[in-house]
């Protein structure tokens, strides 16, 4: 009886070993598995197992080249550009260009006078095209009735990625008068620009008639995008004859 007990015994606590173990082992498998990501090949695009960047490095793929990726370290957001057009036609320097797109939109007051300086240059550059004396062909009130001070301070101050949550989203609207209320993809905010630069008070100012240069406009058409499609939207690629 006294041999039954201790054989007995001996059982349950290999029993109790073995379940602990069963445990253990199940619980690092739940833990494991949800956090390991899995190397699936050096080719794949993607930044998995041990690599250092984006197929590279690491214990199995080769080293990664410097202008390879690398996601290392603390990400922030830089560029908060929303109307890249206005930095590229006021933009006096690269620096000043990522200056302002790096900026918040809160400080962007700085830029006024850089932008308005550039309009007024614009303007003594076309009187010597057009060969007359440059104090005689200045900035007049647009079609929004802005002078140059108002125009600049609004092209530098506001993001043109807004919203209207009470009415129509507009770059911008003639009939309506609204303007800078959001964009369609279909609105050609390149020459909306140009006509409030170099329009004038009916936005005809400077359209190629009466011997002056074309200015109101950069001729570029919507072409054959379809914008009711998905992205990206491309026109019908070119054939050679």
């Given at each position: ?72 370290g ?10 890249p ?29 850089d ?48 919203v ?51 200015l ?26």
């Amino acid at each position: 009886m006294k041999n039954y007990k201790i054989k007995s015994y001996k059982s349950n606590v290999f029993f109790v070993f073995m379940l602990i173990a069963l445990i253990f082992i199940q619980c690092k498998d739940d833990d494991d598995n949800g956090n390991v990501i899995e190397l699936i090949s050096c080719d794949d695009g993607i930044q998995n197992g041990d690599e250092d960047g984006i197929d590279c490095g690491g214990s199995v793929c080769p080293p990664c080249q410097d202008y390879q990726l690398n996601f290392d370290g603390n990400f922030v957001q830089e560029d908060i550009a929303g109307r890249p057009g206005v930095n590229i036609i006021f933009g006096i320097t690269d620096l000043s260009k990522n200056n302002f797109n790096v900026s918040e939109v809160a400080n962007r007051t700085i830029f006024q006078e850089d932008f308005q300086e550039v309009i007024e240059n614009y303007y003594d550059i076309y009187a010597i095209s057009l060969d007359i004396p440059a104090d005689e062909l200045n900035y007049e009130n647009n079609i929004l009735n802005w002078n140059a001070e108002t125009f600049t301070t609004i092209m530098s101050n506001y993001d043109a990625l807004q919203v209207a949550p009470d009415g129509p989203t507009t770059y911008y609207n003639a009939t309506n008068n609204l303007v800078f209320t959001g964009r369609y993809l279909s609105d050609d905010v390149m020459d909306f620009t140009l006509k409030l630069m170099f329009g004038g008070v009916d936005g005809t100012r400077f359209d190629g008639n009466n011997d002056t240069p074309q200015l109101t406009t950069d001729a570029v058409g919507l072409g054959d995008r379809d914008f009711t499609l998905s992205f990206p939207y491309l026109e019908v690629p070119l054939t050679l004859e």
